[in-house]
């Protein structure tokens, strides 16, 4: 069947032509019709993901241009390659839990923790009953006119399957994404604003040209006075990425002050931890940071990434037993709140394969050509 009529046709676009064709297609075996029911199904769910994305993007802020071809699969939803390849939906699906005995968690000082699982606001106090910030399950907020006397550190860890905004004292806002871990003082003094980051975090910093902010990762400082920009610098990776959205910022190996590079808007830097090298290349940055916004939008992407990406955000191990699979590559833009089983089902939409969920442990495997 031509894959661009059956897009043409979901999308309302077919001719009276080509819906004569797809249905005289639909009609010619069984099998054609149970596989329109299943493509069907599939692109009613994203579509309807697709429609709750572009409602959010009044409540973005706003992003550089896209490129033409990240337009294009914009609009294309998650139809994935154009449905590259026979379907077989054969699957083993059992129900699907998420943890929740892993919750976010911030330390104040070495004294006192706190579980960050709370819908309603509450108050983070020090050892002494200063208050330090107000907390939420989604996000918290540091004093502005905390006592600059009182400098306590702090720590928040999110864990695998969850996403985490942190405001600052000085107003720089901190998005944190699953597996990551930010090191920081309730308030800044001195000549800088110092954070430490394990993982991946967006900054929208906060201008003051008086006292840059600076980001420590490994091996590796990002400085900036004000500015946004993505750092991924998880520990299992051998490199540490910066994406930079808005504003300028210097890169540079902590002991190698005068070695580095600086980024411009709509450029991406890439540290080697083995080489010690840096290189840097224009990037698409709405990719890099879509998942702010719970989007995975994926342009040509290795399979074996974007399975640990779902590792990371569903908190679930993948055990892929397909050579095949791990040689693919995707695009298209999806909501990450389809669930994982809707994920997958999805990803077979351009090639096939066969998976199975046990607890937090997925497996996938060659398709039964048999069936």
């Not at 294309?76 to 449905?83: G, N, P, S, T």
């Not at 900054?203 to 091996?219: E, L, S």
């Not at 191990?317 to 389809?338: E, M, R």
Request: proline share 4%.
């Amino acid at each position: 069947m031509d894959k661009a009529i059956l897009y043409k046709y979901f999308n309302n676009e077919a001719t009276e032509a080509e819906v004569d064709v797809l249905f005289a297609w639909i009609e010619a075996a069984p099998r054609n019709r149970q596989e329109f029911i299943q493509l069907k199904t599939a692109w009613a769910l994203t579509s309807e993901a697709q429609m709750d994305a572009s409602l959010l993007k009044n409540q973005r802020p706003q992003l550089k241009p896209k490129q033409s071809r990240t337009k294009i699969w914009r609009y294309a939803a998650v139809f994935l390659v154009l449905l590259g390849g026979a379907l077989t939906w054969y699957a083993s699906r059992s129900a699907f839990e998420p943890k929740t005995e892993n919750a976010i968690v911030l330390e104040v000082s070495q004294d006192d923790s706190y579980t960050l699982e709370k819908e309603q606001p509450v108050l983070i106090t020090a050892a002494n009953g200063m208050q330090v910030a107000e907390a939420t399950a989604q996000q918290i907020t540091y004093e502005k006119d905390a006592d600059s006397t009182q400098i306590l550190p702090q720590r928040i860890t999110v864990p695998y399957g969850k996403t985490y905004k942190v405001l600052l004292a000085d107003g720089s806002q901190v998005y944190l994404n699953a597996g990551s871990t930010l090191e920081f003082p309730n308030v800044f003094t001195g000549a800088t604003r110092e954070v430490r980051l394990t993982g991946e975090g967006f900054f929208d910093v906060a201008k003051n040209p008086q006292k840059p902010f600076q980001v420590h990762t490994g091996p590796l400082t990002v400085a900036v006075l004000g500015t946004r920009f993505n750092v991924k610098a998880y520990a299992e990776s051998g490199f540490i990425e910066t994406a930079l959205e808005e504003g300028a910022v210097g890169l540079h190996q902590n002991k190698k002050l005068k070695s580095g590079m600086v980024l411009i808007p709509g450029e991406l830097a890439s540290y080697n931890r083995n080489t010690q090298e840096f290189t840097k290349k224009a990037g698409n940055i709405e990719q890099e940071i879509a998942w702010i916004y719970g989007e995975l939008l994926l342009d040509n992407t290795p399979c074996t990434e974007i399975l640990k990406r779902l590792e990371r955000h569903y908190n679930v191990k993948i055990h892929n037993h397909y050579p095949q699979l791990a040689q693919q590559s995707f695009s298209g833009t999806v909501k990450l709140d389809l669930g994982i089983e809707q994920l997958l089902q999805v990803l077979q939409l351009d090639t096939d394969f066969v998976y199975e969920i046990h607890g937090q442990h997925i497996t996938l495997t060659k398709p039964n050509t048999n069936h």
